[in-house]
């Protein structure tokens, strides 16, 4: 790594300080881009100085495109770059605008050799390496505008770390198929048109190839996060809607992206002692995981996947708190008056539709039934709920409704 010592040369505040931390308090490595499509350690420390009144340049580290990496505070500098998050991050800022430019070789190879090495500095997993946008409070933020899967997927090849939840590529069968809803593994012609249509609005989906791989389901993710529309990597009528009207309103900003001061909720943040839990891949376990499932109503397996999130973010609305899927404090001490034995409130009829209706409830009834759990309610699906109906005594129509969802989880 060519890595320039620039601590003591980038512009300063008069006056203003950043405060510090000890190298115990920093949890995660936070991925930033500028925005710009050039500039510099030296250009986004003046920007922010003069223009914001900052103490100093907000990140730790810039990659530039030529790969070379300025070295901009020590790790214990608390900067100014992921708002409430700052006291537990560690900034990395690659110069560019991502949303339509890309990465040079040599600058993601410098960032992904930073980043290993900032791992193996702080004793951070793979899985606490976010982007900016993947923070608490800032899913309408598009930055850093790449695919944070593939990024931690890189990584994880790197430091010997298992991605367990890669799902390898099928070869693509051509053919025009205008399904409903689209998902992971899915393929086709379809597919082919919603990559292109990602594309064309920045949120890039890997190649244009109609195969709906780790990609794709990344920048449908990314999309459903800046169009404010629920986020669960399915494109189905919602999601078909907000990418026919999206339009792209973000304001470019110069010599190095406004980033975050911290607020009043930043203590919050750095006193939490527990880890905060995401849906990022690879997916994050432990028993952490499973207690938080046990009090959402997901299935309990150890790992945070899409419906512990969904799960997540219907608890965050319940209680009125904000809804982003992410169990940071503030969710933490609401789950905390929760017991553990409550069951998952009933929210919707279920029965046999064309097309099939699918989600988190159905697969939590399939699981009820001992059926496979393809979170699609089939035949299969409706016979094994008909014959519970019979075994219960209550009307037998294949249909879970109120009564037959309280029988199932009394």
Known sequence: ????????????????????????????????????????????ARYHVNSLGWPGIGYHYVVDRDGSISWCHDLEVVSYHVGNSNGMAVGVCMVGDFRTQTP?????????????????????????VWGHIEFPGYSWKPCPSISMTQYRSQLAERTGQTDRSAIPSPTYIAGARQRTVLSRGDQGDDIMALQE??????????????????????????????????????????????????????????????????????????????????????????EDV????????????????????????????????????????????????????????????????????????????????NVTVDGLYGPITERAVRSFQRREGITVDGIVGPQTWSRLFS
């Open 104 to 128: 040079t070789s040599q600058q993601r190879e410098a960032a992904l050799q930073l980043t290993e090495y900032l791992m193996n500095e702080l004793n951070i997993p793979v899985d606490n």
């Open 1 to 44: 790594m060519n890595i320039i010592d620039k601590r003591n040369s980038l512009a300063r505040h008069g006056s203003r300080r950043y405060r510090r931390r000890s190298r115990g308090a920093i949890r995660n490595i936070a991925i930033h881009h500028s925005a710009t499509t050039s500039g510099s350690a030296e250009a986004f």
């Open 290 to 369: 499973r207690e938080v499932q046990q009090k959402v109503g997901a299935m309990v397996d150890g790992l945070y996947g899409p419906e512990t999130a969904q799960r997540v973010r219907e608890f965050q609305q319940r209680e009125n708190i904000t809804v982003d899927g992410i169990v940071g404090p503030q969710t933490w001490r609401a789950l905390d008056r929760v017991s553990a034995n409550e069951q998952p409130s009933y929210s919707r009829l279920l029965s046999l539709q064309t097309p099939y209706m699918r989600g988190a409830d159905v697969r939590r009834v399939q699981r009820a039934l």
């Open 197 to 286: 249509r990602l594309n064309e609005l920045n949120f890039i989906p890997g190649p244009i190839d109609g195969i709906f791989g780790p990609q794709t389901y990344d920048a449908v993710v990314r999309f459903q996060r800046a169009a404010g529309i629920a986020v669960d990597g399915i494109v189905g009528p919602q999601t078909r809607a907000a990418l026919r009207d999206f339009s792209e309103t973000m304001e470019v900003v110069e010599h190095g992206s406004p980033t975050d001061e911290p607020n009043e909720r930043e203590d919050l943040f750095t006193s939490e002692s527990r880890r905060m839990l995401r849906h990022i891949t690879p997916l994050m376990r432990g």
